[in-house]
Each structure stands twice: as structure tokens, then as C-alpha cells.
T-cell receptor, first 111, second 114 residues
Framework: DAKTTQPPSMDCAEGRAANLPCNHS???????VYWYRQIHSQGPQYIIH?????ETNEMASLIITEDRKSSTLILPHATLRDTAVYYC????????????WGAGTKLIIKP | SAVISQKPSRDICQRGTSLTIQCQVD?????MFWYRQQPGQSLTLIAT?????????ESGFVIDKFPISRPNLTFSTLTVSNMSPEDSSIYLC???????????FGPGTRLTVL
């Protein structure tokens, strides 16, 4: 079973920051938080991952609480093309660990 | 990033037949995975394709139904055997290049079984 909890859906206005929350209260010390998204009819796309420090890349920022029990993915200036299902996943570092997918959050960006 | 292609991109098949899906990666990768995504659902891992040995299947998936080959580090196939309408799904190939690397996904194969 997935170790994360996300709201099933969210709306955001185009041009605004989209803040997607994720709860992972049972996260272990060696587990990272990964975010992927799946645009309709496409394969999932990696966005960002982190352990305990906040992370930023060209796509998004990841804010992880100090106790690591929750995190927030931030899309700073959402566009219509960001409409997708966003998945928050926790897993240990290393290639031998599979991703366990929950239901994700369907983010709809509105004009 | 790794570039992954899948063939076919979609197919409509008759009940009782089999379909083989191909996954090609543009570089050598350590791990290759096959997922199923049923309509409106999240992804479910079918198996890990191991190079040079039998695939490792997840609970609920068996080799007779989903035989997998991985002849080298850039290619794998998944066969959906003796298909029924319940097999109608998107089948996704995913790869991981090494420890700590993120997973990359192919575009998926949309299968409809009549």
C-alpha cells in the first residue's frame, strides 16, 4: 500500500502558484520523497525528490517539514499544461526499490 | 534523462489472443519495470524485468499470463497472453539507470480487448 495521503483533486488559477500537499507520517529515516506527474494519455514524468532539505529545480520546489511527516510541491507559476495527476511517493534510496503509487492529486489549472 | 519508446502505442485485440509489447531504451539501464494502469486508476507494478534471468513478478501477476523477456540492457518485451476484456489497460515500461536515479517512463501502450 502507498505510504502517502494526498487530496484527490485541486484547482488553481493560471499564473498562480499551485501548492500540492502530501502526508507521509510513517516515513522512515532512509526514505526519500518523490514527486511525479502524469499528464493525460502520457507516461508519468519525474518532477523532483528530496530527503529533508527543501529542493528546487526548473520545474518545481519541494518543501519538506522538519519532522518529515509531510511535504508540499510548489509549481510557482502554473500554466494550463500543468494540468495533470500529481503523485507523491516515498521510497528508500537505491534502484532496487519499486515506486508504490497512490491515487495522486488531480490538479486542474483554470484560465 | 533516458528516452524510452514502446511499440505498439495502442492496439485493439480479440479475446483469447496474445499481444507482445516492446520497450526500447536509448541507453543501458540497470532496472526495467512493467506497470499496468487500468482505466481511471493509478499504476500497479507487474514485474521487474531482469537481464539474463527470469522476471520478478508482483503478487497477483504470473509468468504464464505476462511472460517477460529482457535479452539485453536496453530492451524488454511484455506479452499479455490469452487476453480478456479485463486486460484492457495502459501498459507502461519504466527504467532506472542506477542506484538513486529517478525512474523514467515510456509513453505507454493502450490496449483494448474486445
Amino acid at each position: 500500500d502507498a505510504k502517502t495521503t494526498q487530496p484527490p483533486s485541486m484547482d488553481c488559477a493560471e499564473g498562480r502558484a499551485a501548492n500540492l500537499p502530501c502526508n507521509h507520517s510513517t516515513i522512515s529515516g532512509n526514505e526519500y520523497v518523490y514527486w511525479y506527474r502524469q499528464i493525460h494519455s502520457q507516461g508519468p514524468q519525474y518532477i523532483i525528490h528530496g530527503l529533508k532539505n527543501n529542493e528546487t529545480n526548473e520545474m518545481a520546489s519541494l518543501i519538506i517539514t522538519e519532522d518529515r511527516k509531510s511535504s508540499t510541491l510548489i509549481l510557482p507559476h502554473a500554466t494550463l499544461r500543468d494540468t495533470a495527476v500529481y503523485y507523491c511517493i516515498v521510497r528508500p534510496w537505491g534502484s532496487n526499490y519499486q515506486l508504490i503509487w497512490g491515487a495522486g492529486t488531480k490538479l486542474i489549472i483554470k484560465p | 534523462s533516458a528516452v524510452i519508446s514502446q511499440k505498439p502505442s495502442r492496439d485493439i485485440c480479440q479475446r483469447g489472443t496474445s499481444l507482445t509489447i516492446q520497450c526500447q531504451v536509448d541507453s543501458q539501464v540497470t532496472m526495467m519495470f512493467w506497470y499496468r494502469q487500468q482505466p481511471g486508476q493509478s499504476l500497479t507494478l507487474i514485474a521487474t524485468a531482469n537481464q539474463g534471468s527470469e522476471a520478478t513478478y508482483e503478487s497477483g501477476f504470473v509468468i504464464d499470463k505476462f511472460p517477460i523477456s529482457r535479452p539485453n540492457l536496453t530492451f524488454s518485451t511484455l506479452t499479455v497472453s490469452n487476453m480478456s476484456p479485463e486486460d484492457s489497460s495502459i501498459y507502461l515500461c519504466s527504467v532506472n539507470r542506477g542506484p538513486g536515479d529517478e525512474q523514467f517512463f515510456g509513453p505507454g501502450t493502450r490496449l483494448t480487448v474486445l
